[in-house]
């Protein structure tokens, strides 16, 4: 594995993710979709999915798509430390690309979303950025860190203990989906259960400062450093356990 073919299977796989989850985001929460107000299982299910798709994908590079996947691998011994800024770089690129694909595919619907059917300014547009990255029930960030760093584990002991061995495969990738499901089920309503940091923070930069939604809200810049600091203190955590036991 070159550190070039790293990243572009990570950014290409990365970007599917972000494509098809903040996709089912939007179908769920946009006035004029058909989904709208279809419930958390849809979200929980739609990452999920596109986790198995972006992931397999991106079979070539090992399917991280999740710098803290590519950290503990690193932390344990299972990859290089030269591969890690490739893979990181793919990620948050890839990340950054494919909510800008979301916004593309659902670019009539976001105009729409602003308006009622008399074509009166609303302001919804201002919610939309739970579209494309986390936001806490609660604005403790302590908790909330504490829950991320909790699902951010659940996914990676899954990884580095379960079936995959430590290493992800074509088939294992239905079982990395499902754990994420499981999360989102079980543990991912107090924050959105970013448990990737790319997959918070590459959507968060391109709402802010790319993504030309009329009358859209703030990024939440006070929130930003939970899912990312979190999921790599787990990262490092499980890396460190996996090497132990």
């Known amino acids: ?95 950054m690309v494919g909510a800008f694909l979301a916004w593309a595919a659902f670019k009539q619907l976001f105009d729409a979303n602003n308006v009622d059917d008399a074509g009166n300014t609303t302001g919804a547009n201002a919610t939309t950025g739970g579209i494309f990255f986390t936001n806490p029930a609660h604005p403790n960030n302590g908790w909330n860190a504490v829950t991320e760093f909790i699902a951010t584990c659940v996914l990676l002991m899954f990884i580095a203990f379960g079936p995959t061995g430590g290493e992800l495969g074509p088939l294992s990738y239905f079982g990395v989906a499902f754990v994420v499901v499981a999360v989102g089920l079980s543990l991912g ?16 930069l391109m709402y802010a400062f790319v993504l030309p ?29 996996s090497m132990a036991l």
């Not at 970013?194 to 918070?200: E, H, K, L, M, S």
């Open 213 to 241: 939604i009329k009358d859209k809200g703030t990024a939440n810049w006070s929130y930003a450093w939970v899912p990312v600091v979190a999921p790599l203190l787990a990262a490092v955590a499980v890396g460190l356990l």
């Open 189 to 204: 309503t107090p924050t959105g259960y970013a448990i990737n940091p790319v997959r918070d923070l590459g959507p968060r």
């Open 1 to 95: 594995m070159t550190g070039t073919d790293a990243f572009l299977w990570e950014f290409i796989g990365t970007a599917l993710l972000l494509l098809l989850g903040n996709g089912v985001c939007a179908v769920v929460n946009l006035r004029t979709s058909g989904a709208r107000g279809a419930d958390w299982i849809v979200i929980a299910l739609g990452w999920g999915m596109a986790v198995f798709v972006g992931a397999s994908v991106a079979d070539p590079s090992g399917g991280h798509l999740n710098p803290a996947v590519t950290l503990m691998l690193a932390v344990n011994g299972s990859l290089e430390w030269s591969l890690v800024p490739y893979y990181a770089l793919g990620q948050i690129l890839g990340a």
